[in-house]
């Protein structure tokens, strides 16, 4: 395993790759998961990453399943105190806002992210969180205000570092200034959707947010203090299963050069597709820390094996022109 620091300065030492525990407990079974866990742990995985709502969409989800089944893996195994902890607040379920989802999502007002840490501190089983991300927009309540209750959270001692997640790179930049403006603790890393091909130009994104090049532009000019994340590196599966097709929004002309591109590396370099990209992200002018969505131990192994695979050059070259 390769290490690096979580959102610079003090920031945790946390795993070049992290655990996605978006499925577990809801379409992936926790003897599953619990395998899964204990594969990335036995590699020296540390980071792993969840949500107060994961996964509420599911038929008969709450949101309250990831964390839940997170926590009973870490005081089975004792393992709180090896693993960098990443949840997330803000697109929870608020019943009193309606009984539809996601037009009911708790929002980033300070009582939502109070009740938020004190909700996932609960079922996680621990007393403190290592990353805690605001996880979409809310455009409703003041900056300032959000900004406020994050750096109150630091304050506190329930969290260490602070991230966002699905946020236009202005409102992270504003967000920013207004702690820095105060000598408030800021947000010091940023996840967003980030694979290899490029989404189709005007897709829309609902909740979630792509990197572009504006995101990576600022990440580049303040990586001493701001760690990028990737979610949906792998498109789901999209490009290890051919009978599975790409998302919509990556299914255009322009991703044929780059499929063609890809799957050249990756046969040069006996790889797969799935390593190849996550290659290129973490090896990337911005160094991006995947979060892997992964339902087996054999695809964990797979990603695994991507940490020793070192595109060369030509081979990065050719993958960021294509």
Not at 247 to 276: F, I
Request: proline share 5%; aromatic share 6%.
């Amino acid at each position: 395993m390769r290490y690096r620091t979580l959102g610079g300065g003090s920031g945790p030492l946390v795993s070049a790759l992290c655990l996605g525990a978006l499925p577990f407990g809801t379409s992936v079974d926790e003897p599953t998961s619990f395998a899964i866990l204990d594969r990335f742990a036995e590699a020296g995985g540390t980071f792993v990453d969840t949500a107060d709502n994961y996964a509420c969409w599911v038929p008969g989800g709450t949101g309250d399943e990831s964390e839940l089944l997170l926590g009973r893996w870490l005081r089975s195994r004792g393992a709180r105190d090896r693993t960098v902890l990443a949840t997330k607040v803000g697109a929870r379920p608020d019943p009193s806002r309606g009984s539809e989802w996601p037009a009911n999502l708790e929002g980033l007002g300070e009582k939502a992210v109070r009740d938020g840490i004190d909700g996932s501190l609960r079922r996680l089983g621990t007393d403190r969180v290592d990353l805690y991300y605001a996880h979409v927009e809310d455009r409703d309540v003041p900056l300032e205000e959000t900004v406020g209750a994050f750096a109150g959270l630091v304050q506190d001692g329930t969290v260490d570092v602070l991230g966002v997640s699905n946020h236009a790179t202005w409102r992270l930049a504003e967000a920013r200034s207004i702690a820095a403006a105060q000598g408030l603790p800021g947000f010091r890393a940023v996840q967003q959707r980030h694979t290899y091909l490029r989404p189709r130009y005007g897709a829309e994104s609902g909740l979630q947010r792509e990197t572009d090049e504006e995101l990576l532009d600022y990440a580049a000019a303040h990586d001493e203090d701001l760690t990028l994340l990737g979610y949906s590196t792998l498109m789901h599966g999209a490009y290890a299963r051919p009978e599975r097709p790409l998302p919509e929004r990556y299914d255009h002309p322009g991703s044929v050069a780059r499929l063609r591109v890809v799957r050249e590396v990756a046969a040069e370099a006996g790889a797969t597709v799935n390593q190849v990209v996550l290659s290129w992200l973490m090896g990337g002018r911005v160094p991006v820390v995947p979060v892997l969505g992964v339902s087996s131990v054999t695809q964990l192994d797979e990603c695994l094996a991507a940490l020793d695979l070192q595109l060369d050059a030509v081979q990065r070259a050719r993958l960021d022109t294509a």
